[in-house]
């Protein structure tokens, strides 16, 4: 049926009821000289009432002729709400003819562009994303961090009604620049941002735009070129201060944060390797931990995704036992059985990553922190961080290996072993052709000698400060 955007016109002119007639008279589908017809009754009708157009509507093929009162014709696809599709401007007569923009809407009713805002692409990427946890293919830990940019930074970037496929490349750049100038963007986090956009826009547009990707129009460069990243840290610390933070974390009213800090003091691993500990990468004699790699499509529990065979020097051990024997004098349902660090105030939950930095900062010993603060550092500029056990754990093997005799380049290649760092340039194919260590266990000799005389020095510091006390 054949319809107007316009009510009635109350004082009409004999021109005008005239063209009112012809107008009328002209019923869907309609032909080239019914167009002719309706643009010469469009202009009388407009200049009369004063408004700046008319439209006429072919529902079947979901088009809408607009009738401008200077005499243009542009043809629009328009398309019911149930068939959630957005429409759009077809082209103009007669450059256009009826019969071609009818064609155009109807394959557009086909595979057409959705008209679906960004915060709709969002939320089903989100869903996307927990299916890939549900397969296997993706952590939880990762998915918090996605939702984290999804939910916080991109979606209020865009407005509640925004349509996704209408999206054009300035106004990426715009939100591209608002992040580059935010005060609470830190550089290398604009482009971490800048990456998830992308992710975004890879995942929505084959759905949802037609496969037009806007994103992916941005120079990769563009927001890297802009801002500074976070630069490496040159802060470090030294064996008198990591024994007087051996002795302040003693101080602790909780045994889960005195452990903690102690056990990361001494094997030198990352923060998330101290509360990600599960007693099923501890051996029954409390001899070996072995983190272990990562399964198809997730995230191991090491960074290198590769297994990481650690000894149990004397402290170390006297810490799992420790925690081994809280655990089981707990009633079982009260305490995470999993975890060797748990919550102090939520023993069914793992020790949490943050608390870790917080009570380092808090019980290393002022003046503590050495070396050089860069413009662009992050890490160490203000204070103690959490890092700075692994940095002294590299620093202090290498003493304590050339203080035992050791070559500069054994006690280096040692240190690489025990603080889990690759080297493929060297042997880029070892790993898969060098099984020399399977059989001869040299590795796990070499890192326990060099660990326990880690965790020697220290003791023999703290030792020392105590009598002092």
């Known amino acids: ?56 509507y072919e529902r079947e093929s979901y088009l809408r002729i607009d009738f401008s009162k200077t005499g243009k014709v542009t043809f629009y696809s328009e398309y019911p ?51 890939k ?37 300035p106004r990426i750049i715009e939100i591209l620049d ?24 890879a995942f929505g547009a084959p759905l949802f735009a037609g496969g037009r990707n806007v994103a992916d129009m941005v120079p990769a460069d563009y927001v890297s070129s802009r801002v500074h990243k976070a630069t490496p840290s040159r802060r470090y610390t030294d064996l008198d201060s990591i024994a007087q933070l051996w002795v302040n974390v003693g101080l602790c009213s909780s045994q889960q944060q005195r452990n903690a800090v102690r056990y990361m003091i001494m094997t030198g691993v990352r923060p998330i390797n101290v509360t990600n500990l599960m007693w099923e990468y501890v051996s029954e004699d409390l001899s070996e931990i072995v983190y272990p790699a990562g399964t198809e499509g997730m995230r191991g529990a090491m960074k290198t995704q590769k297994e990481f065979r650690l000894p149990v020097s004397p402290s170390v051990k006297a810490i799992l036992l420790e925690q081994k024997q809280w655990r089981d004098s707990v009633p079982a349902g009260s305490v995470n059985q999993d975890y060797v660090f748990v919550m102090p105030r939520k023993p069914t939950k793992p020790f949490q990553r943050r608390c870790l930095d917080k009570l380092i ?5 002022a003046g503590a922190i050495y070396g050089e603060v860069g413009v662009h550092t992050v890490k160490g500029r203000d204070s103690a961080f959490c890092t700075m056990c692994r940095k002294f754990l590299k620093s202090n ?13 054994d006690a280096t290649e040692i240190s690489k072993l025990c603080m889990h760092h ?26 326990r000698i060099a660990m326990e005389a880690h965790d020697l020095s220290i003791m023999a510091k703290v030792r020392q400060i105590s009598v002092l006390v």
């Open 1 to 56: 049926m054949d319809s107007v955007t316009q009510k009635g016109y109350t004082n009409q002119s004999p021109a005008y009821l005239k063209a009112e007639s012809s107008w009328n008279a002209c019923k869907p589908p309609y032909t080239n000289s019914q167009l002719r017809i309706c643009v010469a009754a469009a202009k009388t009708i407009l200049a009369e009432i004063g408004k700046p157009r008319r439209s006429k």
């Open 81 to 131: 709400k149930k068939m959630g599709l957005k429409g759009r401007k077809l082209g103009e007569w007669p450059e256009m003819q009826i019969q071609i923009a009818r064609e155009k809407a109807e394959e557009e009713a086909a595979s057409g562009l959705s008209a679906e805002s960004v915060h709709h692409v969002v939320d089903a990427m989100i869903e996307d994303l927990r299916g």
């Open 133 to 169: 946890v549900a397969r296997g293919k993706l952590s939880e830990r990762s998915l918090e961090t996605y939702c984290v940019r999804l939910k916080k930074w991109i979606r209020p970037a865009f407005g509640e009604r925004e349509l996704f496929c209408d999206v054009q490349y």
């Open 178 to 201: 608002g992040w580059i100038r935010s005060p609470d963007v830190r550089g290398s986090y604009a482009i971490e941002l800048f990456a998830e956009l992308r992710r975004l826009w």
């Open 361 to 365: 900062k808090t019980h290393t010993p």
């Open 397 to 409: 093997l290498l003493v304590q290996l050339r203080a035992a005799g050791y070559s500069r380049a």
């Open 422 to 447: 690759s080297d493929k340039a060297r042997d880029p194919m070892a790993e898969h052709y060098d099984f020399s260590d399977e059989i001869s266990d040299e590795e796990m000799q070499l890192k």
